[in-house]
């Protein structure tokens, strides 16, 4: 069994606590509320894909806390670290005392563990006023890049992050993937078993935090596509997006689809399979629940009902490739962890689940003992009522059910 040591610091009420909660204990974002600060450091064995054990060394944010970290319990809390993760609250009152800590724990990660991986979270992106968060991060990513270098770091990555979007799912998948031994055959793998199904893209995730660990792409057709015939139709009613060749926004199209969906299910008991925001959910019984379309929520909990899709026959201006939203995994992760755990609440086991409208069919299944997969499929049939049933999803299922015992080699069981 493997195990890694991980650091998670930065100032106190930064959100570092917040953010664990949420990826590896199943906390919501409104319920981090209650959480008291970190007093000193807070040890937790976090299990990850069975066999990987993070050795999570949360770190409380007092400045009397950095003065034993640096001080009485330098060796200690810096030695044999694998991976740093640094917050910064992006609203702190005192930056100049927060690149201080910061450079002080590189150098003593620089004289302790001069291998470990360093990211740096600039956190509560959601308190900055939206077209301005690019900006603002920029200038931070450059400042904390100052700090790197005056210490000697060369090699850091950066994310922006909030409790409250997808944002941090794509922070915390990018940090654990680092983790993964093989992960660069884990992916090669991956990508054969999509050009097998024949598939758009095929992601796997994480089976406890449904983190991404690896997705596979289909390689797009090199064809020459009139610019009159390119132009995008975007968020028709069923929330897909037509492009030329491959369905290459599916992936897209499903995140916007799930967050339409009222994904508690209905009173009836039954699903319509072919309605665009329909989400026929597979219990351990094999019952399936009902799904509702419903206006996105937003995080505060109130009714988000802005019209965001255009018509189906309104195009936007021509563009030479498709448009991908570079979220929309993570979003995903978001969406479906969250209806897992209201799967738990209901005293029911979370299987798996297709998602299908009239450009595109998502089977989210269990896969391995540690995750679980997507196979997203676009319509190309003639007849799109039938399409994502039948053969073509017996074919896939099967593929997904052949290919589990060939992908434990490379995720062990526990």
Same mark, same amino acid.
């Given at each position: 069994?493997?195990?890694?040591?991980?650091?998670?610091?930065?100032?106190?009420?930064?959100?570092?606590?917040?953010?664990?909660?949420?990826?590896?204990?199943?906390?919501?974002?409104?319920?981090?509320?209650?959480?008291?600060?970190?007093?000193?450091?807070?040890?937790?064995?976090?299990?990850?894909?069975?066999?990987?054990?993070?050795?999570?060394?949360?770190?409380?944010?007092?400045?009397?806390?950095?003065?034993?970290?640096?001080?009485?319990?330098?060796?200690?809390?810096?030695?044999?670290?694998?991976?740093?993760?640094?917050?910064?609250?992006?609203?702190?009152?005192?930056?100049?005392?927060?690149?201080?800590?910061?450079?002080?724990?590189?150098?003593?990660?620089?004289?302790?563990?001069?291998?470990?991986?360093?990211?740096?979270?600039?956190?509560?992106?959601?308190?900055?006023?939206?077209?301005?968060?690019?900006?603002?991060?920029?200038?931070?990513?450059?400042?904390?890049?100052?700090?790197?270098?005056?210490?000697?770091?060369?090699?850091?990555?950066?994310?922006?992050?909030?409790?409250?979007?997808?944002?941090?799912?794509?922070?915390?998948?990018?940090?654990?993937?680092?983790?993964?031994?093989?992960?660069?055959?884990?992916?090669?793998?991956?990508?054969?078993?999509?050009?097998?199904?024949?598939?758009?893209?095929?992601?796997?995730?994480?089976?406890?935090?449904?983190?991404?660990?690896?997705?596979?792409?289909?390689?797009?057709?090199?064809?020459?596509?009139?610019?009159?015939?390119?132009?995008?139709?975007?968020?028709?009613?069923?929330?897909?997006?037509?492009?030329?060749?491959?369905?290459?926004?599916?992936?897209?199209? *499903?995140? &916007?689809?799930? =967050?339409?969906?009222?994904? +508690?299910? %209905?009173?009836?008991?039954?699903?319509?399979? @072919?309605?665009? $925001?329909?989400?026929?959910?597979?219990?351990?019984?094999?019952?399936?629940?009902?799904?509702?379309?419903?206006?996105?929520?937003?995080?505060?909990?109130?009714?988000?009902?802005?019209?965001?899709?255009?018509?189906?026959?309104?195009?936007?201006?021509?563009?030479?490739?498709?448009?991908?939203?570079?979220?929309?995994?993570?979003?995903?992760?978001?969406?479906?962890?969250?209806?897992?755990?209201?799967?738990?609440?209901?005293?029911?086991?979370?299987?798996?689940?297709?998602?299908?409208?009239?450009?595109?069919?998502?089977?989210?299944?269990?896969?391995?003992?540690?995750?679980?997969?997507?196979? *997203?499929? &676009?319509?190309? =049939?003639?007849?799109?009522? +039938?399409? %994502?049933?039948?053969?073509?999803?017996?074919? @896939?299922?099967? $593929?997904?059910?052949?290919?589990?015992?060939?992908?434990?080699?490379?995720?062990?069981?526990?």
């Amino acid at each position: 069994m493997a195990k890694k040591k991980v650091l998670l610091m930065g100032k106190a009420h930064s959100g570092k606590t917040s953010m664990r909660s949420i990826i590896f204990a199943n906390y919501l974002a409104r319920d981090t509320m209650r959480l008291s600060p970190t007093l000193d450091v807070e040890h937790h064995h976090v299990r990850f894909l069975g066999d990987l054990v993070l050795n999570l060394w949360d770190c409380g944010g007092q400045d009397a806390f950095y003065e034993s970290y640096f001080e009485r319990d330098r060796e200690t809390i810096f030695r044999s670290v694998e991976l740093l993760i640094y917050v910064f609250d992006i609203e702190s009152d005192c930056p100049e005392k927060d690149f201080d800590h910061f450079a002080g724990v590189l150098e003593a990660l620089e004289e302790n563990s001069p291998d470990a991986r360093i990211f740096v979270l600039v956190h509560k992106m959601d308190l900055v006023a939206e077209e301005e968060r690019e900006l603002i991060l920029e200038d931070r990513r450059r400042l904390i890049e100052e700090s790197c270098i005056g210490v000697g770091v060369q090699h850091f990555q950066c994310f922006g992050t909030s409790i409250w979007d997808e944002t941090l799912y794509k922070a915390w998948s990018e940090i654990v993937t680092n983790l993964i031994p093989n992960i660069g055959v884990l992916e090669s793998h991956l990508a054969d078993f999509c050009r097998i199904c024949d598939a758009d893209e095929v992601v796997l995730f994480e089976r406890a935090t449904f983190l991404v660990i690896s997705h596979a792409q289909a390689k797009s057709d090199a064809r020459e596509i009139d610019d009159t015939q390119q132009g995008l139709i975007t968020g028709g009613d069923d929330g897909s997006v037509a492009s030329g060749g491959k369905d290459d926004d599916a992936g897209d199209g *499903i995140a &916007s689809t799930l =967050a339409g969906t009222n994904m +508690e299910g %209905g009173e009836d008991g039954t699903a319509d399979e @072919t309605h665009s $925001n329909s989400s026929p959910i597979h219990n351990q019984t094999g019952e399936r629940g009902a799904t509702s379309p419903q206006p996105p929520m937003s995080p505060g909990g109130k009714t988000d009902n802005k019209q965001s899709a255009k018509p189906a026959n309104q195009l936007s201006a021509p563009s030479p490739t498709p448009q991908f939203d570079a979220h929309r995994f993570e979003k995903i992760s978001n969406i479906v962890k969250q209806f897992k755990l209201s799967c738990g609440k209901a005293q029911s086991q979370f299987q798996g689940m297709d998602v299908r409208n009239s450009r595109f069919t998502a089977f989210i299944d269990a896969f391995t003992a540690n995750t679980y997969i997507m196979v *997203i499929v &676009s319509n190309t =049939a003639q007849n799109s009522q +039938e399409w %994502g049933r039948g053969v073509q999803k017996a074919a @896939t299922l099967l $593929n997904i059910q052949k290919a589990r015992s060939h992908f434990e080699q490379f995720i062990p069981r526990s």
